[in-house]
């Protein structure tokens, strides 16, 4: 390992502790090695593009994307900031009890500590977050951009990297539809919630049915992570 790798090896640790320390992160070690991966290969690839992240929870693993952004890559994070909206028909019955939960009170936050979705001041704590933990010139390329994804995700720009943590029927099945056509060959998607949640699931066999031939799919890291073998 030459010594560039090295110390870029540490700092991507030291970022990786930061966010576990700071509690800033719902995603295992695997999941989060997985996510490193992913934004090296795909900061790596010729066609250039931006990363995306559709929900950011508190952060964490915002402030990992970015930490592994090329030089002049953005990183556009799609959020509520506002806390999970109501599922509709299509999300299966393990989202609407969980929601259900949510909507009580009674859902419990990282450690013990408050439930991300019950804070009012998610969009500002979010930004002091990369503030605290990144370059300036690396959190001035973070653009957070509020609402519903089905909303606000509407751009037509080439995407290197995206990691889809919205958990519900519709917004997942609308990152897919708005991200994949415009994904790099060889560039990667992470659906966190596929394992977890029916309504990820059932979104994504759903859209990516008909791809079976210009898809890899690896499940190791306990995510749904697809990869773009071929234009579409």
Known sequence: MWPFDKLREEQVARVVRAVKDSGLTYLSDSKIASLISECRAAAKNARGGKFIEAGCAL??????????????????????FAGMPPPTEQDTPDVH??????????????DGG??????????????????????????????????????????????AFAHIDVDWYDPVLHCARSIFPRLNVGGAMIFDDYLDYGSCRKAVDEYFAPYQGVISIDVSAGSWCVRKLAEI
Do not use: C, W
């Open 59 to 80: 952060g964490g693993s915002t402030v990992l994307i970015a930490s592994l952004l090329p030089r002049a890559a953005e990183l556009h994070v799609y959020d509520t």
């Open 97 to 110: 009890e969980r929601f259900r939960v949510i909507a009580s009170g009674d859902s419990v936050g990282i």
């Open 114 to 159: 408050v439930y991300y979705g019950y804070r009012n001041d998610l969009l500002e704590s979010v930004r002091r977050t990369l503030d605290e933990h990144l370059p300036a010139t690396t959190a001035r390329r973070v653009k957070l951009i509020k609402g519903l994804v089905q909303n606000t995700m509407i751009d037509a720009d080439r995407v």
